[in-house]
Every structure is written in C-alpha cells, then in structure tokens.
C-alpha cells in the first residue's frame, strides 16, 4: 500500500503562484509514473502534468509554460509549480503514482486551489 499526503494548495491572486507537494510512503514500492490532476465544480477531472521515472514531463496545453512538474525520487515526493495563475485554474489538485508494483492507481486527498481577480 502507498500512502500520499498532499500540501500546499490555498488562496492566491490571479497572476500569483502555489508550489503543491505530494509526499508518498508506505512500504515495498518503486515509484513509476507521478502526476497531478484537477477537478473543477462541474467538471471532469483533466490530467495536468505528469513525470514518468525517466524524468520527461507532459503537460494540458492550458498550462504549458506556466506549470513546472518535478520530483525528488530520495523523497517520494512530487511537486507542481503554478505560477501566473488564473481564475481557470481553480480547482481540486489531486496527485496520483503508478509503482512498479501494483496495478492500481494511488490517489492523494486532494488540496484546494482557489485563484481570485
């Protein structure tokens, strides 16, 4: 089993920036894929940027530029640099990791993320 625990999300003004931090544990794992989603009220969850163990990254064309995925592979951890951020961008940030061995998915809890103009 995986654990993530998510953390910074919050309230920022529009061309603003957040830094959210997806800390994964739990035991007899090997981190593959690891992202962020977003759900928006009435909307469907939308992939926002993921970094396979390779280290290459993709990203929603909304957010090329001005979005930076990472991770640090000695912490299990992902981060999502957002920076000017805007009202669109509102939403529940979710992080998920693949591992080597399992078949599901993990999710994290998700944090808030609130742009105001």
């Known amino acids: 089993q995986v654990q993530l625990v998510e953390s910074g999300g919050g309230l920022v003004q529009a061309g603003g920036s957040l830094r959210l931090s997806c800390a994964a544990s739990?035991?007899?794992?090997?981190?593959?894929?690891m992202g962020w989603y977003r759900q928006a009220p009435g909307k469907q969850r939308e992939l926002v940027a993921a970094?396979?163990?390779?280290?290459?990254?993709n990203y929603a064309d909304s957010v090329k530029g001005r979005f930076t995925i990472s991770r640090d592979n000695a912490k299990n951890t992902v981060y999502l640099q957002m920076n000017s951020l805007k009202p669109e961008d509102t939403a529940v940030y979710y992080c998920?990791?693949?591992?080597?061995?399992?078949?599901?998915?993990?999710w994290g809890q998700g944090t808030q993320v609130t742009v105001f103009s």
């Open positions: 998920y990791v693949d591992t080597l061995q399992a078949t599901r998915r993990y």
């Open positions: 739990g035991s007899a794992f090997t981190l593959d894929v």
């Open positions: 970094i396979p163990s390779s280290g290459s990254t």
